[in-house]
């Protein structure tokens, strides 16, 4: 129930190699003060019998334009359009391959008209939809066997019959087990349509650096042949991520100096369209604390499902290619692009219950961006010029959708 919620591609390689940056970009040194925003709650509902609203994990998506959110509901391959006090207005979608169907929704793209249109993951396959949820159409996607030098693909949203995507990695392909030197780089890669279902060859457009982005833990067992491989992303890694939407993606790289960030955005076409580094806080350096309470976290996990393995085994076994940096890395996860035109992006900055986040403007090259506190609990997924909005899920694991009201500084 609702309580009232121009550049070359040439140079975007080297910069994402080398770890070269632009020289003429000082917009964020070091001690600069960012203005720091607070939120409140003012939307709060869940799924509801009356208005025959259900959702498992839902992922909120902001139309503020019309006054509306979408709740990207995957486990139920469905997708609700929700008026902001949690009435139903429509629903889209299902489980299945015909039209207006998903069976792996992936994200969801709202036009400047109202009309969206829902990607399955993976495929390129999208079904578009009018601003008032009936199904205007499916396309198809490029082939389910493509593949970049015998590794899958995956395609993402297209812009001008021009395709974006990178290919799957296997866990130990990228660690480099049984030898093997480790996938550190992938490409991101362009495929074009040449119209009458032929395809050009896939084209790689950017390299974003993947090291330390996989925790590859082997449990040996007791006896030959026995021994268990468990993954997981690195607790502090520092990984490129990538966001994509029609025409272009927006990487956050996080290596480089400590305490800073890059964003690079990229459009289809192959042109860097911006580029900034931002400052993120006062770096903050890993302590054995730190790292500790990661391996237990990680060790009571496995205890509280297994006893095969003791506590020490565990623990020698998690330390094993755990990558340690001298400084926590400045992110966490893909930049989020918002209705707001910004570009948010979540650090590991934690102030007692609140999660610390950075709005940086898109395209913005010199201002300073805004910091906003939200509570650790809420997975922020979008904002809004006046809200952030998230889940939360509540102590009986039932998830509710929250639109948090930003307040400004205090002036």
């Known amino acids: 129930m609702a309580t009232a919620i121009r550049s070359s591609t040439a140079l975007l390689l080297i910069m994402l190699s080398g770890g070269v940056a632009c020289g003429e970009d000082r917009s964020a040194e070091v001690g600069e003060a960012h203005p720091t925003w607070m939120t409140e709650d003012e939307y709060r509902f869940r799924d509801s019998d009356e208005e025959e609203l259900f959702f498992t994990a839902p992922e909120v998506r902001a ?11 995957r486990p139920n391959h469905q997708v609700s359009a929700l008026a902001l006090d949690g009435t139903l207005l429509f629903r889209v979608g ?6 207006g169907e998903f069976t792996n929704i992936g994200s969801l793209h709202i036009e400047p008209d109202g009309a969206f249109a829902v990607q399955e993951a993976e495929r390129g396959r999208y079904a578009r939809f009018t601003a008032h949820g009936e199904l205007a159409g499916t396309t198809p996607g490029p082939p389910a066997a493509l593949s970049y030098q015998g590794l899958p693909v995956d395609i993402h949203w297209p812009r001008d019959s021009s395709y974006l995507g990178t290919p799957r990695i296997p866990n130990e392909l990228e660690v480099g087990w049984g030898g093997l030197a480790p996938v550190t780089r992938i490409p991101v890669v362009r495929l074009r349509s040449l119209g009458n279902r032929q395809w050009s060859d896939l084209e790689p457009l950017l390299w974003v650096d993947i090291s330390n982005r996989v925790h590859y833990i082997v449990l040996p067992g007791d006896g030959e042949g026995d021994t268990t491989f468990v993954t997981g992303s690195q607790p502090f890694g520092d990984p490129d991520q990538m966001t994509f939407e029609p025409g272009a993606v927006v990487v956050l790289r996080s290596k480089g100096k400590p305490g800073t960030a890059e964003i690079i955005e990229v459009e289809v076409g192959g042109d860097t369209i911006w580029h900034r580094r931002v400052e993120l806080g006062v770096p903050r350096r890993l302590t054995s604390e730190m790292v500790a309470e990661a391996a237990e976290t990680w060790v009571d996990g496995v205890l509280s499902t297994s006893s095969r393995y003791t506590p020490a085994r565990l623990r020698e076994s998690y330390y094993d290619g755990l990558h340690q940096p001298e400084y926590m890395p400045p992110s966490e996860g893909p930049p989020l692009l918002t209705a707001s035109g910004e570009v948010w ?20 090259r010199t201002g300073v961006p805004r910091r906003v506190l939200v509570p650790a609990s809420l997975w922020v997924t979008d904002a809004t010029e006046t809200h952030v909005w998230g889940t939360r899920w509540d102590s009986l694991g039932q998830p509710h959708i929250v639109g948090r009201r930003l307040v400004p500084p205090s002036t």
């Open 63 to 73: 139309d503020p334009a019309r006054g509306r959110i979408f709740a990207v509901d």
């Open 94 to 99: 299902g489980r299945g391959e015909g039209p």
């Open 345 to 364: 992006v979540r650090t590991p900055e934690l102030l007692d219950t609140l999660r610390v986040y950075y709005a940086v403007p898109r395209g913005d």
